[in-house]
Structure formats: structure tokens, C-alpha cells
């Protein structure tokens, strides 16, 4: 028993020391760091649950990376591990307790004006050359350049081009200029 006691008070003196060691050692130990990361990992949670199979997820690196970036790069919706595809309301982060899709909400809200004017603007100048490019040509042909037709070119080649574009606002999303 009495050994027992002295094991005991041995191990909190044991202990008592390291802190001693730690506040006589470096100032700033990694343990500000490490509550710092841990700080960004509840801010930006990584492992999701989906609530009707009780799943737990964990959000792949790149694609993370990339929604943090641009938020409206991935479509609605996220993959569970057990059931595949399913809604991002239907997921809760397991480290903040948030809805995934009201996260996602708040991420997209967080953009600035000039993000969404390239967001718009991006495929509208991709389709714009396209149609510039088309008409000159046809000019150059001698070709006879009907206003309407020009018009569909633009429509249709704004849809074609949104696609694309996604990469391009990622790109300058990454580099932080939008
Ligand atoms: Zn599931």
C-alpha cells in the first residue's frame, strides 16, 4: 500500500517535472502550433457523417482543398462511403457538429463580389471569342453572318464554355487573385 502511494507520488512528481523542464526549456513550444491546427480542423472540419446509415467519411485531401478554394467548383451533393452519392444536407461534419450543406453555404457566402463577377464573366469571354472568332471567319469567307445565328453561337458556346472555365476561376481562386 505504501508502495502503491510512493509509485503514485512518484509519477506526479515524474510529471510535475516535464512542465518544470517545459516552462524552463524554448518559449513558444509546438504547443501553440498544435492548437492552432487543431483550431483550423474544427474551423474546416475533414470527417462527415451521413445521418441515415451512420457513416463516417473522410473528405479526400484534393477535394477539400479544392472547395476551400472555390466553393462552387463541386455541384450539390458530396459521396457517403457506405450508400455513394447522397445530399449534403443529409451530412454532419463530426468535428463541429455542422450540416454539410449549410457549411458549404457559408463557405460560398464568404466570396467576394470580384469572384462572382469572374464567375459570370469567365465563360461569357471564353463564348465571346468563340463567336468573334466564328464571325471573322465566316466574314473572311465571304459568307453571309445572320445576327441570330451569332447569338445561339454565344449562348450555346456559354454553356459549352462553363465547364472550362471552372478550371480557370479554380486556378486564380488558388493563387488568391479572386
Ligand atoms: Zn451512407
Not at 76 to 99: F, H, M, Y
Not at 135 to 158: C, D, I, N, T
Request: contains cysteine.
Amino acid at each position: 500500500m505504501i508502495e502503491l502511494e510512493s509509485a503514485k507520488y512518484l509519477q506526479a512528481d515524474s510529471f510535475a517535472s516535464d512542465d518544470d523542464d517545459q516552462l524552463i526549456g524554448e518559449p513558444n513550444q509546438p504547443a501553440p502550433e498544435t492548437s492552432q491546427i487543431q483550431q483550423h480542423s474544427a474551423v474546416h472540419p475533414t470527417v462527415y457523417l451521413h445521418e441515415a446509415c451512420q457513416t463516417a467519411t473522410q473528405m479526400p485531401s484534393n477535394i477539400r482543398a479544392n472547395y476551400l478554394a472555390d466553393p462552387f467548383f463541386y455541384s450539390a451533393g458530396t459521396i457517403c462511403s457506405q450508400c455513394g452519392p447522397v445530399k449534403d444536407r443529409d451530412c454532419t461534419w463530426l468535428e463541429t457538429g455542422e450540416n454539410l450543406h449549410a457549411y458549404m453555404q457559408r463557405l460560398k457566402a464568404a466570396k467576394s463580389e470580384s469572384y462572382h463577377l469572374v464567375r459570370w464573366l469567365l465563360p461569357a469571354l471564353l463564348s465571346g471569342l468563340l463567336a468573334i472568332g466564328t464571325v471573322y471567319r465566316m466574314v473572311s469567307e465571304h459568307k453571309p453572318v445572320e445576327p441570330a445565328q451569332v447569338g445561339l453561337l454565344f449562348v450555346v458556346g456559354y454553356a459549352v464554355a462553363w465547364y472550362p472555365a471552372k478550371f480557370v476561376r479554380l486556378a486564380l481562386c488558388r493563387l488568391g487573385i479572386v
